[in-house]
Structures are given as C-alpha cells and as structure tokens.
C-alpha cells in the first residue's frame, strides 16, 4: 500500500486554535475601535478664542506631571471672560518641578485682559490618584470643574481650555494630539489579527499528517 498524507485535525488542537484566533480576532477589532475613536475625536475637536482676565489667586498646580521625562506641574487657572461673570477654567501649560517638593515654583500670570487660544475638552486629563477624595489647596492630584467651583465660589462654564497661544509666561504647551496613540493602536491592531491568522495556519498544518501503510 502506497504512502500520503491526511487531514486528521485533533479535537483539543482545534478548540485551542478556535480560541485562539477569536480572542486574536476581538481584541484586533478592540484596538481599530480605539483607533477610530481617536480619530474622530481629532475630527469634531472644537477651538475657541476667548477674552478675558486670569484670577491669579486661583491659581492650582496639577502634580505629578511628566514633560520629556522631567517631572513637574499643569498650571490651571480660572479665566473671568470679559464683560462677564462667569469663568472657564484654562489649563495654561507645564512647568517644571523646583529642588524642593515642598515649595511650589512661583507661576506668572498676565495681568489685564488677554485673548486666550485653544482646544475645548470636557475635563481636565486625570492623573492616577490614590485618595479618595479631591484635595484642596495650590498642590493638587486632579481636579474636576464642579470641586473647582465650589471651592473658588466662582460660575465656571462645564468645559475646559486647553490654551494653545502663546503668552509672555514661560509655560511649555506641548500639547499631545486628540488623535495622538491612534497609530499604535493600529499597529497593535495589525499583531492581534496576525495571531489570529497564525493560529489557523499552524492548526492547519500541525493537522495534517503521514498516513500508515
């Protein structure tokens, strides 16, 4: 009797290879959607041009904030918007950190009325805090529009801006992009449905074997 080959897959090579290209195939798509959302949000990003006087005195510094490996703060400041009441709360730019933790390097802040550029958000981006309430004070993890307010006493538009123009400050608005990590994503995207395909390839070939003569 002559020799050849078969196809005679095994019942728990199949099961894993199944799982295995489904758990490849989701967390592909997973990654494209992450993807897509960044790019639309890139897309319907708003830009505003505001008028208005900073509040020095409320002044907060976001901790724990990293630029280009150096550690330091997100300067925040209310901006009372000219000929009005109400405030938007501008997150202003980095500053770096001083020698000493326990005291804050000192912020300028434009006097008078100024013409503030940039990019509308719904919140301030949020640090990893491990207190379970917002703090209070200069110095501060995070902070959120409504513990703003109700500790300023001040009326604060719902959104934030994050200033882009420049002003006579010394703060660095390196900025990252809505879109900014949407390529990676992709990329990831890319190596997840490549596992998938691997996967049935090597079930495919890992099944199919030498008969017996």
Known sequence: MGSGYSFRPRLRALALAAAACAAGIALGRWQTHRAEEKRAAAAAEKRLSLRGEFLARYTILLDNRLHQGRPGYVVVAPLRLAGQSRCVLVERGWIAAGPRRDSPPAVETPAGEQTVEGRALDHLPRALDLGKQEREG??????????????????????????????????VRDWPRADAGAERNEAYALQWYSLAALAVALFLVLSVRKKRE
Not at 151 to 163: F, K, N, P, R
Request: hydrophobic share 40%.
């Open 138 to 171: 200069q110095v501060r993890q995070n902070v959120e529009v409504a513990g703003f307010a109700s500790w300023s006493g001040l009326t604060l538009e719902s959104y934030v801006l994050e200033q882009h123009s420049a002003l006579d400050d010394g703060l």
